[in-house]
């Protein structure tokens, strides 16, 4: 009887031992072709609901995981499903890499998403996810796909130009936009022209584009989030690319410095990129095309050619351990000038590098990454009367961020410290030397959960960002929420707190202005503002601060096709801006004059809130996706509320794929685009400008200035602005890993006069880029 009591005891112990031993299943999954990380896939045990999917980096982590036997399993589309026999005893760590091989049938029932499983576990709130592959998707301006070109088809998105084009998300204006290069700030990505961006498409891995609502892993911005990953490079073999257009050329290199000695082991890889704009050369074969639709310099562009020119260099070195850890050494140089026919240059020079980290502790469940990188960025104009104008800012960042899986659930904490100076020079209309310079620290710490607690998400946050300069201190709470109410309905929202010190050297009032330059916040704002309803508050934070609130729904109307709606509210409760209202100078002589007369930088703030919609369908030779916003953003400056010019009420983009032929090797991109007018300054008459400069000036025979009489601020509107963008697509398959493709494009193929600004003393209208041609071939080995 004894001894039955014994065993028994003996049995419940190891039946309870056995039962709630849990380990965890982690590792990488790579492509077996390139070793590149494969990211966003499904990784899970056969047979059971227990899974994960791979991040930017390739890293799945299982945990909670019962001690047996299981069949570890990843599958991904366009990809042979790969298996691992796993063994796992007790509470330990099994770290398992996956290699996976692209396959050429496609299956038509493939149902299994990794995107489908984030939509359900993850808030996803605000954010897109854009990898190569639907860059490619878009009509290539010039032969090559670019990134500045994907963004502007993004609900939230508003792009102002086709020359000196900027974006602007949800309301915030390009200096409120981080843009982080495996985690080095950069300070310019988009290039003077427009349509191309400092990034080459074919050495990115992934880019995560925040728009609102972002959480407090990420701070001193206050509208939008702009993350990209590079890749490795080429594990296995010497590879490349080389392209040509007419509107520039590219070549990249990639391939193993040391290959492994066995599969799954160590190694190490470089890619190099470098691409080049002849635009101000090659344009010049438009010359006659050019002059045949330009009337007094109409289209907004020189009869000799597009004066705009670029360089682009990115080279990255990549150490990879056997367990998965990785080391990583990066550098840039982006270059940009801009040569006009009346004499006046731009000429932007953007340079940096830097290294990060992916550490797999062996005996612990968290996974460490770091950064650690150095970016300067300088611009210089010459007016066309010969005064300069210059702003550089660089500076360190870096930083640590640890996270802790459990089950579906994670939680993750960090810091990050940023040193960057900006220095600001102009001559002013006496020939005097304006110079601004600025020194500043920012260090933030931050830590932030997500819980999956049955069919509801939650995603709470804080950060705390400490900006050295200005003695102040930022406290930011966020959270984001998500509720599945079905498999294929599901509701969510988010909220936060942001701020930043970082202001743009031009206004936001500019219509059209190439020179990007930075300044740190001042610290000799004005004591008291004016608010809308005429009280007075005083100002006691030198921050610009906003605060976001966003809900929205997401619907699988069935397996092809997604329907994703989100209502914004952004607040910026407190901006920096360039004083336009300043008439008299700061100094005691005007103690008496308000701040907003006399400052040279004033507060404002402002509201931006609209709707987003974006349906997308997926098949294997036709994707589709429809895009429409309607967005009010507005501004008080103390004395005026306005519109900033990047105001677009609507806007609707409209993008087709279509791959066909009998070997798939033909694809046709097409792109449509909407936008109601932005908003500008009417004239409403002029009249003669007289200086009275001395006291017997006779005024009836004096000759003065011609003067504008200006309207209400902003309160015109532009005409619509409509494009339509086309490009088909032969590749050519020459060997195993040698293919040619062809291409052709057409930018604004029904040639609309897009209104790009208006001479306010000729009347003579000013558009943006015509009809424009482009051929190109790329040749990949």
Do not use: C
């Not at 020939?431 to 710490?445: A, F, P, R, V």
């Not at 200086?691 to 200006?710: K, R």
């Amino acid at each position: 009887m004894k001894l039955n009591k014994i065993l028994s005891v003996i049995v419940l112990l190891v039946v309870t031992v056995t039962t709630f031993a849990q380990g965890t299943i982690r590792g990488f999954v790579y492509d077996e072709k390139s070793g590149e990380p494969v990211i966003f896939t499904n990784v899970f045990l056969k047979g059971t609901t227990m899974g994960s999917a791979t991040d930017v980096n390739g890293f799945y982590s299982i945990t909670k995981v019962p001690a047996g036997s299981y069949t570890l399993m990843v599958t991904s589309l366009g990809y042979d499903t790969a298996k691992a026999s796993i063994t796992i005893k007790g509470n330990e760590i099994i770290n398992q890499k996956l290699f996976i091989k692209e396959t050429m049938i496609q299956m038509a029932t493939f149902n299994i998403s990794a995107e489908k499983t984030e939509a359900t576990t993850e808030v996803k709130m605000s954010v897109s996810k854009v990898t190569p592959k639907e860059i490619q998707s878009m009509p290539s301006i010039g032969g090559d796909p670019d990134l500045a070109q994907y963004l502007q088809v993004l609900p939230g998105v508003t792009f102002t130009g086709d020359q000196g084009g900027q974006l602007y998300i949800r309301g915030g204006s390009p200096v409120q936009n981080k843009v982080l290069l495996d985690g080095m700030i950069i300070y310019n990505p988009f290039h003077s022209i427009g349509l191309f961006s400092v990034f080459d498409t074919d050495i990115m891995r992934n880019a995560d584009v925040y728009t609102g609502g972002f959480g407090a892993q990420y701070g001193g911005r206050v509208s939008s989030i702009m993350d990209i990953t590079t890749r490795d490079g080429n594990k296995k073999r010497l590879s490349g690319k080389v392209s040509a257009s007419s509107f520039g050329g590219k070549v990249l290199l990639e391939g193993p410095l040391k290959k492994e000695k066995k599969v799954g082991g160590g190694s190490s890889s470089f890619v190099l990129s470098g691409k080049h704009s002849y635009l101000e050369q090659s344009s010049k074969i438009y010359q006659s095309y050019f002059k045949s639709i330009s009337t007094d310099n109409a289209r907004g562009i020189d009869t000799t050619g597009l004066p705009y020119g670029f360089t682009d260099i990115y080279g990255k070195v990549s150490f990879n351990s056997e367990n998965g850890s990785k080391f990583n050494l990066f550098g840039f140089n982006f270059k940009d000038q801009v040569n006009f026919s009346d004499q006046s240059k731009i000429s932007w020079d953007s340079y940096g590098g830097g290294s990060n980290f992916v550490l797999i502790p062996g005996s612990s469940k968290t996974l460490i990454e770091g950064v650690f990188a150095y970016s300067k960025y300088k611009i210089d104009m010459i007016e066309a009367d010969g005064k300069p104008r210059t702003s550089n800012v660089g500076g360190f960042n870096g930083g640590m961020t640890f996270t802790t899986f459990s089950g579906d659930n994670e939680f993750k904490y960090g810091f990050d410290v940023l040193g960057l100076s900006t220095n600001y020079e102009f001559t002013n209309a006496v020939d005097l030397i304006i110079q601004q310079t600025q020194s500043t620290t920012e260090l933030g710490g931050f830590m932030s959960f997500r819980w999956n607690l049955g069919n509801f998400v939650l995603e709470p946050g804080v950060r705390v960002q400490y900006y050295a300069s200005l003695s102040e201190l930022s406290p930011e709470p966020r959270l984001g929420m998500k509720y599945n109410l079905t498999e294929w309905w599901r509701v969510k929202a988010a909220a936060g707190m942001y701020s930043q010190n970082l202001i743009s050297a031009n206004s936001d009032r500019d219509i059209v202005n190439l020179f990007y330059g930075f300044i740190s916040g001042p610290d000799n704002l004005q004591e008291n503002f004016t608010k809308q309803d005429g009280s007075v508050e005083e100002v006691k934070s030198k921050l610009q601060k906003a605060n976001h609130a966003i809900f929205g729904f997401e619907f699988d109307l069935n397996r092809s096709v997604t329907l994703n709606t989100e209502g914004y509210y952004k607040a910026f409760t407190q901006l920096t801006n360039t004083n336009r209202n300043k008439i008299f100078p700061d100094n005691s002589e005007f103690s008496n004059i308000s701040d907003e007369l006399k400052k040279d930088y004033i507060i404002e703030t402002g509201n931006a809130y609209g709707l987003d919609f974006s349906l997308k369908y997926t098949s294997t030779h036709l994707n589709v996706w429809a895009i429409y916003s309607l967005s009010k953003v507005n501004r008080w400056d103390g004395i005026t509320e306005y519109n900033p010019v990047f105001d677009r009420r609507h806007n609707v983009n409209l993008v087709a794929a279509y791959i066909f032929g009998k070997n798939l090797n033909w694809e046709f991109n097409a792109r449509w685009n909407l936008g109601s007018g932005f908003p500008f300054t009417q004239t409403q008459g002029f009249y003669e400008g007289l200086n009275f400069s001395t006291i017997d000036q006779d005024p009836t025979s004096a000759n003065g200035n011609l003067e504008i009489a200006y309207a209400d601020f902003n309160k015109g509107r532009l005409p619509y602005y409509h494009r339509l963008d086309l490009t088909l697509k032969r590749t050519f398959i020459m060997g195993k890993n040698t293919e040619l493709e062809l291409n052709a494009s057409v930018t604004n193929a029904y040639n609309r006069e897009n209104i790009f600004y208006l001479d306010r003393v000729s009347g003579n209208k000013v558009y943006q880029l015509p009809i424009l041609p482009s051929f190109g071939m790329s040749f990949t080995f």
